[in-house]
Each structure stands twice: as structure tokens, then as C-alpha cells.
């Protein structure tokens, strides 16, 4: 049976990549993106952004992956600018949907840019109890706009 995108991303995360590389990852290779280039441009997002706590790392690596695919590489092709900017729009009305909030620190409830929350995060486990399912709902919902 094949995995989703959602689970290919999840079990990235669980081997060890952070949340926006998992996704970025779970879909580069399908836009000729290889997957060292892909946890390049994607490691530092995680955690809220480099852990600040902001947007989800899973929703930055989510809206990459919408750019790989649709983005625009002409300063002219407004309609591919507008297609990738409606995709993400509704991958985080339909990832806020599913999850209350698009912001790291809210979804955790720790706030990840002061670093003694990020320490009780660490050892309160959220990023082994929590992050696993966000990151897949982000494949998942990605494999359906997509």
C-alpha cells in the first residue's frame, strides 16, 4: 500500500528533520527540487521560524512546497503569482481549520522564543507529541490542494 505525502512527512519528522523540512522534503523530488537543497532552504523554519514561536514550520514548508509547484519565475506571470497566493490562502484557512491556529507557540502552548519555554517544551515532549500530527495534517492537505 502507498503512503500519503502527509505520512511520508510525518516519518521524516519522527527519523530526526524538522517540521518544514519534512514537508519541503515529502514533496521536492515530485518538482525536481533534490532533497539537499530542499532541507537547505527549509531549515530554518522550524519552530515557529528559526524557534520564535511564530508560523508553524510545517505551514512555511507547506507554502514552499505550493511555490515549487506554482510559482512564479517571470516578473510578468501575475496569474501564476495569484494561483500560488489563493493555494496558500486556503492551505491555512483549511490547516487553522483543522488546528485551532497557525502559530507554533499557540499550537504548543510554549512560547518558543524565550528559551527557558523552549526548554519546558523540550521537556514536556510536545515536539514528539504534538508536531508529529501537524506535520502530517500539512502533507495531507497540501496532497489535496495539489
Known amino acids: 500500500m502507498a503512503t500519503t505525502?502527509?505520512?511520508?512527512?510525518?516519518?521524516?519528522?519522527?527519523?530526526?528533520?524538522?517540521?518544514?523540512?519534512?514537508?519541503?522534503?515529502?514533496?521536492?523530488?515530485?518538482?525536481?527540487?533534490?532533497?539537499?537543497?530542499?532541507?537547505?532552504?527549509?531549515?530554518?523554519?522550524?519552530?515557529?521560524?528559526?524557534?520564535?514561536?511564530?508560523?508553524?514550520?510545517?505551514?512555511?514548508?507547506?507554502l514552499m512546497v505550493i511555490g515549487m509547484k506554482y510559482g512564479r519565475t517571470s516578473i510578468e506571470d501575475l496569474a501564476s503569482k495569484e494561483k500560488t497566493y489563493e493555494l496558500a490562502q486556503k492551505?491555512?484557512?483549511e490547516f487553522r481549520a483543522r488546528n485551532n491556529s497557525v502559530n507554533c507557540s499557540e499550537l504548543l502552548?510554549?512560547?518558543?522564543?524565550?528559551?527557558?519555554k523552549l526548554k519546558a517544551a523540550r521537556e514536556a515532549g510536545v515536539f514528539k507529541t504534538v508536531c508529529p500530527r501537524l506535520v502530517r495534517d500539512a502533507g495531507d492537505i497540501l496532497e489535496t490542494l495539489l
Request: aromatic share 8%.
Open 5 to 62: 505525502k502527509g505520512e511520508d512527512a510525518e516519518a521524516l519528522f519522527r527519523s530526526g528533520w524538522s517540521c518544514s523540512q519534512s514537508v519541503c522534503c515529502a514533496f521536492a523530488k515530485d518538482f525536481g527540487i533534490d532533497e539537499k537543497t530542499a532541507l537547505r532552504l527549509s531549515c530554518g523554519l522550524g519552530g515557529g521560524m528559526g524557534h520564535t514561536g511564530n508560523t508553524c514550520g510545517a505551514i512555511s514548508g507547506a
Open 109 to 116: 502552548k510554549y512560547d518558543l522564543s524565550d528559551p527557558g
Open 91 to 93: 492551505f491555512v484557512k
